[in-house]
């Protein structure tokens, strides 16, 4: 069975902060990651994905995550953080083999302060 | 505009009714889902349809049920014996293969008094 654990569940950062959110995974084998963000109100959009290839994947709004396959992980970044980054983030794995079934970690709350 | 709508978009129900969420999809997705989130706990599979009229339980499917008779369509009915139904409910759709996210409907709050 596939898990993911996100460690921090509240974040709170003062604009122009360095963002970086963990994220690890459980699986035996090849997976497909992903970053989703939920804003306030809003529906859960795409931040990120990867798939294979180069470790470092960048994503919308100036956000990026890296694979680290010795560490399962796949931890997301931004350099500064903006007040409109305020939202929840969620990590999810798809274990290859198992289907296209997602499982999500329990998401990090992200409050950026002005 | 290709989408996914689940309404509505907030539910009341009494204790020991069932009750139905709508979820449909004009993307062409063969596969669907359906997710309860709860703060702190993140999303949590309840059902998946990866074609019509087939579909598997996911991590939590006591107390739900669920129907795929058009590939647009995915409804979720919460019956009386789910033990904790007030959620929020997420429908997802994907097309086939491992590799691609899922769009998200907006969800509906279902609370049950």
């Known amino acids: 069975a596939q898990s993911v654990s996100q460690h921090n569940h509240h974040v709170i950062l003062s604009e122009a902060a360095s963002l970086e959110l963990g994220c690890n995974y459980s699986y035996g084998g090849t997976v497909n990651l992903f970053w989703y963000v939920q804003y306030p109100g809003q529906h859960l959009q795409l931040l990120l994905k990867y798939f294979s290839g180069d470790p470092l994947v960048k994503g919308i709004k100036g956000f990026e995550a890296e694979f680290i396959k010795s560490k399962f992980s796949f931890n997301l970044r931004k350099p500064s953080v903006q007040w409109s980054d305020t939202a929840e983030y969620f990590c999810a794995v798809n274990g290859k083999g198992g289907g296209n079934k997602l499982t999500f970690g329990t998401g990090t709350q992200l409050k950026v302060e002005l | 505009d290709g989408g996914i709508t689940q309404s509505p978009k907030y539910l009341f129900r009494k204790e020991g009714q069932n009750v139905t969420l709508s979820c449909e999809q004009n993307l062409n997705h063969d596969a669907m889902y359906w997710y309860r989130q709860d703060p702190g706990q993140g999303l949590r599979l309840i059902y998946y349809s990866q074609i019509v009229n087939d579909f598997q339980k996911g991590d939590i499917a006591e107390g739900y049920s669920v129907s795929r008779e058009k590939k647009e369509s995915f409804p979720l009915t919460v019956t009386s014996a789910q033990k904790n139904p007030t959620a929020f409910y997420l429908c997802?759709?994907?097309?086939?293969?491992?590799?691609?996210?899922?769009?998200f409907g907006s969800g509906t709050r279902l609370t049950v008094v």
């Open positions: 997802a759709s994907s097309t086939p293969g491992a590799n691609y996210g899922y769009t």
